[in-house]
Every structure is written in structure tokens, then in C-alpha cells.
């Protein structure tokens, strides 16, 4: 397997202008989780899905940010309008389904996708 | 609110020297614990993940701890090399997979 696939792998734009953020997780695996880091804050879980559907998105900072994922091997995180305080590195990870719960599986990361907001 | 910490926050070792990275949370109701390393420029990869109900951990020359009930958390790194340079980081698992990580450790191994 190719493991996460996020794409693009660098994104500069300008402030106002929509951003689309994607992510391919890893065939199989039910959770697929965002997440941001930034120097000041450093790791931090945006929004979570358990079989497509979200489950927790008490970490998206503000409504101008969106994640949807239509189906079990896509995922879209969204900003409109973008603001230079969004520039960070996001990454989307996924895991498979655990045996119990709470689940004791293994986080898979994606590269990240570098965000500049100008 | 659960908050992860990271001793040292920067490391500079030679070649050959056996090292401890520290990891210390706030809560103690953790489900498991991840240590992951990261490249510059690349994704976290997960090294060890120690469940609540474990001590310990180990993969080659890589040794994790756990004692949940003082919060603590040590990855012990035998015979370092300059390829084990990155960053470190550990995670908690505050429950349905929703990771709280720690500040991280960089790592510096010099030939």
C-alpha cells in the first residue's frame, strides 16, 4: 500500500482565496482523522471520521474551515476564506478499525500539506 | 484538559550513546500512549504504542515505558546513531482515537 496520500504537498495562496486540502487514506482503514501543526501550537486534531461520517469536529478553529469525506477512499479539508493565521502544515491520518474499543490502533500519517496564506 | 510535555526540547548526543526521552501527561485516564518520529518535511511515523494496561514496549533498540498512574512516559534509544536524528513525539489517547501530543524532543545523534 502507498500509505496516506495527501495532496498538494505545498499550497501558497492569498488571503481570502478558498483552499482545498485532500487526502487518500489507506485502503481498509475506517478512521480518518485532521490534524494541523503550527510552531506555536503544535499538533492538533481538527475533525475526525469513523466510516465517513464525522464523529468529533470540536477542533475546527472557525466555520470559514469544512471537511467532508463522500466516500471510504477521499477526503476534503476546506477553508473559505483563507487568513494568513491559517498557515500551517496539515496532515490527515487514518487508522484501521480497532478490535475493541477504544481502539489501541496504530496512527498512519500522510506527508502533510505545507499551507502559505499570504 | 489533558496536556502532554516534553523533557528535553532539544538534544545534541554523538554516535554510540545511549539516550532517554521524557514524556509526562496531566491526566492519568489514557487509553494508550504512541511515540512516533518525525522527519523535517515529512509525516509522523508511528515508533511504539504502549497500551494502558502494558509497562513497556520494545522494538530493536527502542524501549518505551509507560506508568500511567504518575503520568509518566520515558523512550529509551540504546547505541544512537546519526539516522535516529528527528523529532520525537509522544501522544496520549484520550479515548476513540483522538491523540493529545506532547510538545516534541528534537534529536540530534552527531557522527
Known amino acids: 500500500d502507498a500509505g496516506v496520500i495527501q495532496s498538494p504537498r505545498h499550497e501558497v495562496t492569498e488571503m481570502g482565496q478558498e483552499v482545498t486540502l485532500r487526502c487518500k487514506p489507506i485502503s481498509g482503514h475506517d478512521y480518518l482523522f485532521w490534524y494541523r501543526q503550527t510552531m506555536m501550537r503544535g499538533l492538533e486534531l481538527l475533525i475526525y471520521?469513523?466510516?465517513?461520517?464525522?464523529?468529533?469536529d470540536s477542533g475546527m478553529p472557525e466555520d470559514r474551515f469544512s471537511a467532508k469525506m463522500p466516500n471510504a477512499s477521499f477526503s476534503t479539508l476546506k477553508i473559505q476564506p483563507s487568513e494568513p493565521r491559517d498557515s500551517a502544515v496539515y496532515f490527515c491520518?487514518?487508522?484501521?478499525?480497532?478490535?475493541?474499543?477504544?481502539?489501541?490502533?496504530?496512527?498512519?500519517f500522510g506527508s502533510g500539506t505545507q499551507l502559505s496564506v499570504l | 484538559k489533558q496536556e502532554v510535555t516534553q523533557i528535553p526540547a532539544a538534544l545534541s548526543v554523538p554516535e554510540g550513546e545511549n539516550l532517554v526521552l521524557n514524556c509526562s501527561f496531566t491526566d492519568s485516564a489514557i487509553y494508550n500512549l504512541q511515540w512516533f518520529r518525525q522527519d523535517p518535511g515529512k509525516g509522523l511515523t508511528s515508533l511504539l504504542l504502549i497500551q494502558s494496561s502494558q509497562r513497556e514496549q520494545t522494538s530493536g533498540r527502542l524501549n518505551a515505558s509507560l506508568d500511567k498512574s504518575s503520568g509518566r512516559s520515558t523512550l529509551y534509544i540504546a547505541a544512537s546513531q546519526p539516522g535516529d536524528s528527528a523529532t520525537y513525539l509522544c501522544a496520549v489517547n484520550t479515548g476513540f482515537q483522538k491523540l493529545v501530543f506532547g510538545t516534541g524532543t528534537r534529536l540530534l545523534v552527531s557522527p
Open positions: 491520518a487514518s487508522s484501521p478499525r480497532p478490535v475493541d474499543r477504544p481502539t489501541n490502533e496504530k496512527l498512519f
Open positions: 471520521f469513523n466510516n465517513n461520517v464525522p464523529i468529533d
